[in-house]
């Protein structure tokens, strides 16, 4: 091997590669399963190290930035969806991850959430749902079952719960997929695939919350006596029986399957191809570019200047 072989070869992008700090997580925490799922994946990938980007709000989910060694940022409460949607469209060769809770996603960050999934910017978003703010030690969060007592609900939560799915349906994701912390090959397939989506994709998982939340999802876990019901999509192999299957394009059909009594079921419940603003807007960039073509970026800024005096 010559020098410049070696200086070419990439090492393996490895566990101790991408770890960073020590989670400071609960013991027992659902948030460190998915963040050793998270690294199985890209490790499984091996994508270039310097083109992952991890982003998140506030919470303890979205302490995930800190736990991984890619580039980064830990930003502001509810606002996760807007920095990555600037970093998404600004450098497209990078891929955008995004992670959080369900207040960060649903509650302060619920409004950003839908404007990021109607213009399909393209990023995955992990959304850990725990049923509780954990953060700031249990309150009542948009996802909370009616009756949970919280310290913002004494008496029992009365407020209907956000359905996470149909919220994401309705907004317009292009990939909407739901999974449980404890089932790490399903948990990892389900980022697998909305890393494939080109578009807003999001994976709702289950990650249960030991200290405010104990228990909360052992009804979508065997091992816990519950049952983890994997919805079976349409082959469109011409066979009687992919009638019954689920058409992942189907909105009605995506609803349907989120109308179930929780635990519900799980895997991808939407996915359909729609040009996402990335494609869109550097389209008419390149466009408005080509119209310019002769003429300097200073001097269009100047003749804009110029034309508001
Ligand atoms: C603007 C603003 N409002 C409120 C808070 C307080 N706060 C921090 S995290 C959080 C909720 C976090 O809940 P969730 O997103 O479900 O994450 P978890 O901790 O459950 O993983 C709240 C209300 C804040 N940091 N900033
Ligand atoms: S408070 Fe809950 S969500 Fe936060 S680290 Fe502890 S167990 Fe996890
Ligand atoms: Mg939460």
């Known amino acids: 091997m010559n020098a410049t072989t070696a200086v070419e070869e990439r090492e393996k992008l490895t566990k101790k590669a991408l ?27 091996q994508l270039p190290q310097e083109s992952i980007v991890t982003l998140a709000g506030i919470g303890c989910s979205s302490r995930f930035p800190y736990f991984v060694n890619t580039h980064g940022a830990h930003f ?8 990555a949607s600037g970093v998404s469209l600004s450098r497209p060769d990078l891929h955008v991850f995004l992670f959080g809770g369900d207040g960060d996603g649903f509650s302060i960050g619920g409004n950003h959430l839908e404007h990021g999934a109607r213009k399909n910017i393209s990023l995955t978003y992990v959304i850990m749902d725990n049923f509780v703010y954990g953060l700031t030690k249990k309150q009542t ?12 609900d004494p008496g029992g939560a009365i407020d209907q719960p956000v359905n996470p799915i149909k919220k994401l349906v309705a907004a317009g994701a292009t990939f909407i997929a739901r999974t449980h912390a404890t089932q790490i090959n399903h948990m990892m397939q389900m980022i697998e695939r909305a ?3 080109d578009g807003f994709s999001v994976v709702e998982v289950l990650s249960e919350c030991v200290e405010f939340f104990p228990g909360a999802f052992d009804a979508g876990n065997p091992r816990k006596g519950g049952a983890f ?4 999509e349409r082959k469109w192999d011409n066979s009687p029986e992919d009638e019954a299957r689920h058409d992942l394009t189907d909105e009605i059909a995506a609803y349907r399957l ?7 079921v799980f895997g991808v419940f939407f996915e359909i191809d729609r040009p996402t603003k990335n494609t869109l807007e550097s389209k008419w960039i390149s466009e408005a570019q080509a119209r310019f073509r ?6 269009i800024l100047q003749q804009t200047f110029d034309r508001m005096k």
């Open 294 to 299: 002769a003429v300097s970026d200073q001097a």
């Open 229 to 232: 019901s994997l919805i079976e």
């Open 19 to 45: 770890t960073a700090d020590h989670p400071t997580w609960c013991p027992g925490c659902g948030d460190f399963a998915v963040l050793a799922a998270f690294y199985k994946v890209l490790e499984r990938r």
């Open 76 to 83: 502001i409460h509810g606002r996760a969806v807007p920095l």
């Open 195 to 197: 890393m494939d989506h």
């Open 141 to 152: 969060s948009p996802t909370s079952p009616i009756g949970y007592r919280s310290k913002t």
């Open 258 to 264: 989120a109308s179930l009594p929780f635990p519900g």
